[in-house]
Nanobody
Framework: QVQLVESGGGSVQAGGSLRLSCVVSKYSDNYVVVGWFRQAPGKEREALAVIYTLRDATQVADSVKGRFSISQDRAKRTVFLQMNNLEVEDSGMYYC??????????????????WGRGTQVTVSS
């Protein structure tokens, strides 16, 4: 069983920044790909960024590229989502999950076996 805990959410004004953290209890059985997703009320969960923790390889969704970045502290099994120049539309619940898939399918939430409970981000104008 892998457990994930997100933190770092909060309320911020548009144009501000937040850094979210996702602590992973362990990497095992090739579940070494960590993705960040968000879900706004009434909308589907949206993939934002992914990191292949063994190689420090990353991908970021076009919708947030240039504003969001993903990184890790592998020794602490912690993955970060740095969010800059936040917009009101970025509000939502942010989740991290672990998967075995990095290439091709990283945006598919069904491939993530374990998830955290999420951290809320609220951006006001």
């Amino acid at each position: 069983q892998v457990q994930l805990v997100e933190s770092g959410g909060g309320s911020v004004q548009a144009g501000g920044s937040l850094r979210l953290s996702c602590v992973v209890s362990k990497y095992s059985d090739n579940y070494v790909v960590v993705g960040w997703f968000r879900q706004a009320p009434g909308k589907e969960r949206e993939a934002l960024a992914v990191i292949y923790t063994l190689r420090d390889a990353t991908q970021v969704a076009d919708s947030v590229k240039g504003r969001f970045s993903i990184s890790q502290d592998r020794a602490k099994r912690t993955v970060f989502l740095q969010m800059n120049n936040l917009e009101v539309e970025d509000s939502g619940m942010y989740y991290c999950g672990v998967s075995q898939v990095y290439h091709g399918g990283w945006r598919q939430e069904g491939l993530y076996r374990y998830w955290g409970r999420g951290t809320q981000v609220t951006v006001s104008s």
